[in-house]
């Protein structure tokens, strides 16, 4: 039997997964200060989203208990995965379980961006009726830039080219093959897809090369103008994780005119803190971070990452071990 830490919250039916298969689950989130002071060290494994962080200080003091740690979800940014290594701790996530609420959201974003839907409902909540001033456009015949082209991303093409766009990406570690089979035009260079495409939403990791992918310089190469001739603006879309835009830089867009409008569900600073000009913008729409936040989700990504964890347990390798080019 292991003694599991879950500090951010777990489906019901993934807790009595775990509690099945013999282990003792401890539903309760434990502060920095005293993960600081080992508290993983009476532990085997731990379970987190990404309210709790596991920077390498932390790793370090939690003792030579730990196994394995568990990110239920996709993104691991809040974990030092080398750290982990270091320790011989695998770390799993469950890279699956919310693709397809997160393809949903992005397309949401995206619908809600071009048909003003966010700025109509708060005008309207303000007893004003703006209908002139709500003239949108169509995703027919727009192109769409995806950075990043992963399940996600080839699952917000598959529906913008039901919609009648051309889907472009840019993803300097995928095969030209796939592209081709999604039927999409794959750039070499990510300033090319800026260039092309009035349409940018975003699906790739947090990391040193992504951080401020998208700044000042490649918002300003966007065209504003599609191939169908309609002077449509330029929009952005990022689900995926904050940081990866440069929020001053967007923030510049929006007031400039060279962004017609953007929506965020992951931001640089999270929560945003009271008063950000950003999300104050009458063009810019947000959502807090609830891209997996639908119950179909949350009920994959706790049996997904309830057999990742049980599988290390039990001795094994998980197939979605981020760090296993990384252990000893």
């Known amino acids: 039997m292991a003694r599991i830490a879950v500090t951010d919250g777990m489906a019901p039916d993934a807790v009595v997964l775990l509690e099945r298969a013999g282990h003792e689950v401890v539903l309760d989130f434990i502060e920095e200060d005293a993960l600081l002071d080992g508290a993983l060290s009476d532990f085997d494994a731990i379970i987190v989203r990404s309210a709790t962080k596991l920077p390498q200080e932390i790793i370090e003091k939690s003792g030579d208990r730990l196994k394995v740690i568990g990110r239920a979800g ?27 609420s997160v393809i949903e959201l992005t397309v949401g974003h995206l619908l809600s961006c071009l048909r003003h839907i966010p700025r109509a409902d708060r005008g309207m909540r303000q007893d004003k009726w703006e209908k002139k001033a709500m003239k949108g456009t169509e995703l027919s015949g727009k192109n769409l830039g995806l950075i990043g082209f992963g399940r996600i991303a080839q699952g917000v093409g598959s529906i913008a080219q039901l919609f009648g766009m051309e889907v472009h990406t840019y993803d300097p570690y995928l095969p030209a093959k796939v592209a081709k089979v999604q039927n999409t035009t794959l750039h070499k260079k990510v300033d090319t897809l800026f260039q092309t495409c009035t349409h940018i939403s975003i699906h790739c990791n947090f990391n040193d090369e992504t951080h401020h992918l998208v700044n000042a310089e490649r918002i300003a190469l966007m065209p504003g103008k599609s191939p169908d001739g309609i002077p449509c ?45 950003l999300i104050q913008h009458p063009h810019f729409h947000g959502t807090p971070h609830i891209g997996a936040a639908t119950l179909e989700a949350q009920a994959r990504v706790g049996r997904d990452i309830a057999h990742a964890v049980m599988a290390v347990l039990d001795g094994k390798e998980a197939d979605t071990t981020v760090n296993s080019h990384l252990l000893k």
Not at 85 to 90: F, K, S, V, W
Not at 244 to 261: N, P, R, T, Y
Request: aromatic share 2%.
């Open 74 to 100: 996709v993104g691991v940014d809040n974990i030092d995965i080398h750290a982990a290594a270091q320790a011989g701790i695998p770390v799993v996530n469950a890279p699956r379980a919310s693709t397809q």
């Open 233 to 277: 603006g330029n929009h952005i879309v990022n689900c995926a994780r904050g940081g990866i835009i440069d929020e001053v830089a967007l923030l510049e867009a929006l007031e400039s005119g060279k962004v017609a409008s953007a929506a965020l569900d992951v931001f640089e600073v999270e929560p945003v803190p009271a008063g950000n000009k």
